[in-house]
């Protein structure tokens, strides 16, 4: 059973300097809010793993928080570039930015394989891409009915796994609906779990189609953070804040406009305890 | 940028959003990638092809949103949806599973051969490599939908002689790459820029200027190509927007989300 905690003790217990992290969300339910509560507490080191390291990816790396990141695709979405994730790889700052690089599916199955507690997994792609060249986690394996080679990436199974839901019951079961990503996946493949969401329910969770259900005992820890979504969303409780996506361009372009907005909006902010 | 600058660049733009959405007449379905590529499959929906199954790398299948989404998982595509399943399953399933017509791309540099860079960029001796958002879900969008489609503006930034990096194959360096790959489907088939379209040459793969965009010469063609552009002998010219297609166009475009 998933313990309800804060935010705050959640992440003092369950993030580490240099864990591997993965904060999902596939443009819907992203867990900002842990994100600001991990720059906070000042972590370090981590190895930040996500299929598309949208802004709140370009908030951990300026803040630098970050030594490496595993991702499939880093802009800002429908708007341009994450220029502190561009000046990382670019300028090392705030410090270097190490990179490894795959493409959507090659992610996605690496996940696949993680929850699966296998070593790989395999899937037909990368061929003719310069990608592999760049990473050790992919590699080809001859399938052995057919003969056929095929592209087969390593199981990425972070140490901890961070995502937002639309709600728990007080057990610490959790359910997420909408567009769900790969949410389950990284929950499955990581070594812990921390849950946040809009609303905590008292009696049972009431089904709803299409939707994940994660039993509270794959779960560590259950934090109530509505809106934690923000400026993502989560369905039934929030629409995206298209126009806050828009304004982090300007926002993160300049380093002190970056580290003043820091300050003002999560440095100094006490949240969630 | 003068005011008539601005208005050219747009006419322009506009020329290159209503071809890529005629380009999907008759497509089932389309892989769509963000940016002017949903721009043009949505354009698609309300013209040329109102059945066309817009399916997203977010999860959605069969998407009908009322305006542009900013970003592949805003909830309107969600919401509008036939079917919302997971992001290993859309890859999986439905991607490599090779139940896709039509993968819709842009692309940061393209080659004569059609494949595409997204990942990196070489800024000369004395800059850092400058950095692009990635692959995306574009090597194995290419790799297996029946057909590619690529849209992008018409520069030599853009159409390069060599991509300094190989994000996605395209048809590689000639005729048989992509069987020799074990890659599905006719690879790209058609670039749409704002001053024409490029396909393919059946014989060595090589992209051609088939169609020029009304008021655009071959030699503005050429000269905005970072490589030695061949014409097609039959080099036609694209029919004007109409009055519909633009109505539609700056009516999606007007309703929300960014233009592309």
Known sequence: MADIRSLHDA??????????????????LIPFAAAHEIIRQ?????????MTPDVVYDQLIGAGAARRLVFSWGGNPGVGSLHRFRDAVENGWPHPLELDEHSHAGMANRYVAGASKL??????????????????????????????????????NPDVTIVHAQQADRRGNVQLWGLTGVQKEAVLAAGRVLV????????????RPGSVVLPGWVIDAVALVPGGAHPSYAAGYSVRDNDFYQRWDAVSRDRDTFLRWLDENVRNVRKGS | ???????????????????????LAGARSCFVGIGLPSTA????????????????ESGTIGSRPTRLPLSIGDGELADTADAVVSVPEIFNYWLQGGRIDVGFLGAAQLDRFANINTTVVDRGPDRPEGRLPGAGGAPEIAANCGAVLIVLRHTRRNLVPALDFVTTV?????????????????????????????RPDPDTAELVLSALHPGVTPEQAREATGWDLRVAPDLTTTQAPTDAELSALRALKAAGGKAS
């Open chain 2, 1 to 23: 940028m003068s005011g008539t600058d601005d208005a050219a660049r747009r006419g322009r733009d506009e020329l290159m959003e209503v071809n890529a959405a005629r380009a």
């Open chain 1, 42 to 50: 000042g972590v370090t080191g981590l190895t930040l793993a996500r």
């Open chain 2, 170 to 198: 395209g048809h590689g360096a000639g005729p048989g790459d992509r069987a020799a790959l074990g890659m599905r489907g006719a690879g790209p088939t058609a670039i749409i820029t704002d001053l024409g379209v490029l």
């Open chain 1, 11 to 28: 992440v003092r217990d369950l993030v580490h300097d240099g864990d591997t992290v993965a904060l999902e969300g596939f443009t819907h």
């Open chain 1, 119 to 156: 070593p790989f997994a395999v899937l037909r792609g990368y061929r003719g891409s310069g990608l592999p060249a760049r990473t050790d986690t992919i590699s080809t394996v001859t399938c052995p009915f057919t003969g056929e080679e095929l592209a087969a990436v390593a199981a990425l």
């Open chain 2, 41 to 56: 499959a949505n354009l698609a929906r309300r013209t040329v092809n109102p059945d066309l199954v817009l399916v997203y």
């Open chain 1, 196 to 207: 946040t969401v809009e609303e905590i329910v008292e009696g049972a969770l009431e089904p």
